[in-house]
T-cell receptor, first 113, second 114 residues
Framework: GNSVTQMEGPVTLSEEAFLTINCTYT??????LFWYVQYPGEGLQLLLK?????DKGSNKGFEATYRKETTSFHLEKGSVQVSDSAVYFC????????????FGTGTRLTIIP | NAGVMQNPRHLVRRRGQEARLRCSPM?????VYWYRQLPEEGLKFMVY????????ESGMPKERFSAEFPKEGPSILRIQQVVRGDSAAYFC????????????FGPGTRLTVT
């Protein structure tokens, strides 16, 4: 079946540091890949997505590139802010059939001023 | 355009009671998904519904849990005879059509079973 493995947390960084959160997946065909962010006490918000190999999703300074050869979709940001503190989830939907999301376990990110 | 609405936001039930969670999808969305998030874990798919149809319930526990999405009104996730292990955050998501590949999440219902 489909699965998503993401970097264990928690991750603590200083403001303006470079961020990488690793995500790899197992799926048949060409799934769509997503990063969701969950702020404390809130639901999930879509951060960015990529639907085919070599696509780069980007939003709010975050980027992730769909790498078919390494089955990865690592999240990066060049300079993090305190407001980026949240839990980040990598997820996929299969390339066919219904669109249920398979999530990774989440990575809690804390940015220190 | 209002987002996905869920109510109640917080629900406390004693063991053995019923919990009923509601989800109103975004306007124009006809596909609803329910996910459960246990403490300190990721979200796990429970059920996928379209209007009046259950499309995929492979993530639903076999007993006590049921879901519906009637022609009129919100989608309902019902948990009968709740137990402490049902304590979790339950999220609903909606999408406009199959193949849209983007789901919009509600704020969740946090169920606490005492």
């Amino acid at each position: 079946g489909n699965s998503v493995t993401q970097m264990e947390g928690p991750v603590t960084l200083s403001e303006e540091a470079f961020l990488t959160i690793n995500c790899t997946y197992t799926a048949t065909g060409y799934p769509s890949l997503f990063w969701y962010v969950q702020y404390p006490g809130e639901g999930l918000q879509l951060l960015l997505k990529a639907t085919k190999a070599d696509d780069k999703g980007s939003n709010k300074g975050f980027e992730a590139t769909y790498r078919k050869e390494t089955t990865s979709f690592h999240l990066e940001k060049g300079s993090v802010q305190v407001s980026d503190s949240a839990v980040y989830f990598c997820a996929l939907t299969p390339s066919f059939g219904n669109e249920k999301l398979t999530f990774g376990t989440g990575t809690r990110l804390t940015i220190i001023p | 355009n209002a987002g996905v609405m869920q109510n109640p936001r917080h629900l406390v039930r004693r063991r053995g009671q019923e919990a009923r969670l509601r989800c109103s999808p975004m306007k124009g969305h006809s596909h609803v998904y329910w996910y459960r998030q246990l403490p300190e874990e990721g979200l796990k798919f429970m059920v996928y519904l379209q209007k009046e149809n259950i499309i995929d319930e492979s993530g639903m526990p076999k007993e006590r849990f049921s879901a519906e999405f009637p022609k009129e009104g919100p989608s309902i996730l019902r948990i009968q005879q709740v137990v402490r292990g049902d304590s979790a955050a339950y999220f609903c998501a909606s999408s406009p059509s199959q193949g849209a590949r983007e789901q919009y999440f509600g704020p969740g219902t946090r169920l606490t079973v005492t």
